[in-house]
């Protein structure tokens, strides 16, 4: 073998595989098409946001990269939501690209056991029996071997881009689409679909006018991503906001005979819940405006980000209706937006490890699977490395459930219904959110990123130090009760009154209290929390205050993990099942599920199958049984 491991695509996916295979000690080598476009943020430049700023900390806890990168990179934070319940907070950062495409791929030339090298490839080499990978084959004619590969293509395989009746074959604006790979993968029988997304156009800095818009600054403090990353002490610029308006409407109305989207150019299916410009208008006629986030490229550039406005319509089109919009008035345009249509696996066909279930030893990850946003990449790349490597030593796949982390809501969604559209992680799908806070991810994960092997020593030191230090601290809240005469020597009546009636109570059972913060209690003791991070003293407090709701989930949780650990062998023979249903037993063979847990969430089956299925189970296990 050439190589242990081949990583294909330098998007945030195959970053993500390339580096925890390599780190992981596998000698892999990483194929992308540009070495200079690793890491590129193709649409908006930012990370994070709601649910995914939790899947940047996940990535982070289990020894990924992303949060290093945007850390390093952001000229903007903001955590959305401040005003909300904890369970749908998150961070956000506006990155300067460009700093961070560069310090990507700066990562990955100086990581050791990792061999970049530009080509594409088009082609896979099998195994005699075709049951297993063996290596790829390149546009250049190059065969490279390794047991195992992880596919992280995007939006680049079989890729069209459209602007009006304008149409080329290519991934992105400008790069030439990963062509081959598509028809290869069609021909070895796996089910290959075409999805589509958008872009919009990138105009010129110094052409708006930033009085007729709204500023949008971040947060006064820079917060990182990274558990144990250092401070961050980053330029910070602002964003702007600016609405369409009817004039807008009018001149997108009179163009829709010239919208590929419409036409039948596009066949591939769109992201429901980031539409074009064109769709809003179309699907909703009676909205007045819609709001439109003018965002920062990078500190040196004059490219500005037109969020919310994406098109597929005629170039001519764009102008005419970006000039419509406040501040845009004499707005030049740089880069047109665009549609892009790809090839895509219906990830039904995965397991939860992202191994397919045709070819061992083939891992896939990213947009390849359906999913949009950098965020839902960058976590099944890493989930795809750790478990091509796990594959390669023999061992089990890391698998994460669904109360563990979104990074499991994310593979099981994919794995146990499949897509027909972008699939994007939103709060929502996530049963058990309250337990799955952007802050408390290095406590869900940490650990097993260690036990995996990308989290250092240091960090992992680092971490323990912290639980201590948290659970010293809720212990002394326990035991630190709250006196009459310290409460009347408080200067501040309000603050007195809202502390009046907790008199003789325990600091962690006040904290309880809605109207109480931590931070009055440590005015009345600092030495609680001397020389402690504010976001372990903020950790703190949700920990104790949503206390109730956590555990009557945790009690939840435990019982769905009695179903998780009840495992269905590989090749499990359904049809032996007695009074299983011709329907849940085709859908059984069809997903081809891992765990009872993963067969109850299979769309459409029956309840009444399931727990036929689980008494099947439970006598070839007893102790699954019980």
């Not at 163009?255 to 179309?282: A, T, W």
């Amino acid at each position: 073998m050439d190589f242990d491991a081949i990583v294909i695509g330098g998007g945030h996916a195959g970053i993500e595989a390339g580096l925890a295979l390599s780190r992981l000690g596998f000698n892999t080598l990483f194929i992308t098409q540009n070495i200079d476009t690793i890491g590129k943020l193709s649409c908006n430049p930012a990370v994070g946001g709601l649910s995914k700023g939790n899947m940047v900390r996940e990535i982070d806890a289990l020894g990924g990269e992303m949060a290093h990168l945007i850390d390093h990179t952001m000229i903007q934070f903001r955590i959305l939501n401040r005003s909300r319940g904890p369970a749908v907070q998150a961070p956000r950062a506006q990155a300067d690209k460009f700093a961070y495409s560069a310090l990507a791929k700066y990562t990955l030339e100086h990581q050791k056991d990792l061999h970049l090298f530009q080509d594409t490839v088009t082609d896979f080499i099998l195994s005699s029996d075709g049951y297993s990978i063996q290596g790829v084959i390149t546009e250049r004619n190059m065969r490279f071997t390794a047991r195992a590969v992880v596919l992280t293509t995007g939006t680049f395989m079989e890729g069209k881009i459209f602007i009006g009746k304008y149409w080329k074959v290519s991934g992105r604006l400008g790069e030439p689409a990963a062509e081959g790979l598509g028809v290869s993968l069609r021909r070895m029988g796996f089910d290959v679909g075409r999805l589509k997304t958008g872009t919009p156009a990138r105009v010129k800095r110094s052409s708006l006018d930033y009085s007729k818009m709204e500023m949008q600054p971040g947060d006064d403090e820079m917060l990182q991503f990274s558990f144990f990353g250092e401070k961050v002490q980053r330029p910070k610029v602002p964003c702007w906001i600016t609405y369409t308006n009817e004039k807008t409407h009018e001149i997108i109305r009179a163009n829709f005979h010239q919208s590929p989207l419409f036409s039948g150019m596009i066949v591939g299916l769109g992201p429901r819940y980031c539409p074009s410009i064109e769709d809003k208008v179309k699907r909703f006629p009676d909205r007045e405006r819609h709001q439109i986030f003018v965002e920062p490229e990078g500190l040196d550039s004059e490219e500005m980000y037109l969020n919310g406005i994406s098109s597929s319509l005629p170039e001519e089109v764009q102008n005419q209706f970006l000039h419509t919009l406040p501040g845009l008035e004499h707005v030049e345009v740089v880069r047109p937006g665009y549609a892009v249509e790809y090839d895509y696996l219906n990830p039904i066909q995965l397991y939860p490890s992202l191994m397919t279930k045709r070819l061992k030893g083939l891992f896939i990850a990213g947009q390849t699977n359906g999913t949009s946003g950098y965020e839902e990449a960058g976590c099944q790349g890493l989930m795809a490395g750790i478990n091509a490597a796990m594959y390669l030593q023999g061992k089990k796949p890391l698998v994460l459930s669904r109360t563990e982390a979104y990074i499991g809501v994310l593979i099981d969604d994919l794995v146990t219904m499949g897509t027909k559209e972008p699939y994007r992680m939103f709060t929502s799908r996530a049963e058990h959110r309250l337990s799955l806070r952007h802050d408390t991810a290095d406590l869900r994960l940490l650990e097993k990123g260690y036990e995996a092997g990308l989290v250092t020593e240091e960090v992992h030191s680092q971490f323990l130090e912290k639980k201590d230090k948290i659970d010293e601290i809720k212990e002394l809240l326990s035991q630190r009760h709250l006196g009459a005469k310290e409460l009347a020597a408080c200067e501040k009546e309000a603050f007195n009154e809202s502390l009046r009636r907790h008199t003789g109570k325990t600091f962690d059972q006040i904290i309880r209290d809605p109207e109480v913060s931590l931070e009055q209690l440590l005015n009345i003791d600092p030495s609680i929390g001397e020389g402690v991070r504010k976001d372990w003293l903020q950790q703190i407090e949700l920990d104790i205050k949503y206390d109730g709701y956590i555990a009557r989930q945790e009690r939840q949780n435990s019982r769905i993990e009695k179903m998780e650990r009840m495992v269905i062998p590989e090749g499990f023979d359904y049809d032996s099942v007695e009074s299983l249903s011709a329907e849940s037993c085709m859908k059984f063979k069809q997903v081809l599920p891992a765990t009872l847990g993963q067969a109850s969430r299979i769309s459409g089956v029956r309840t009444s199958d399931i727990a036929v299925l689980m008494i099947h189970l439970g006598k070839k296990n007893g102790s699954a049984a019980e």
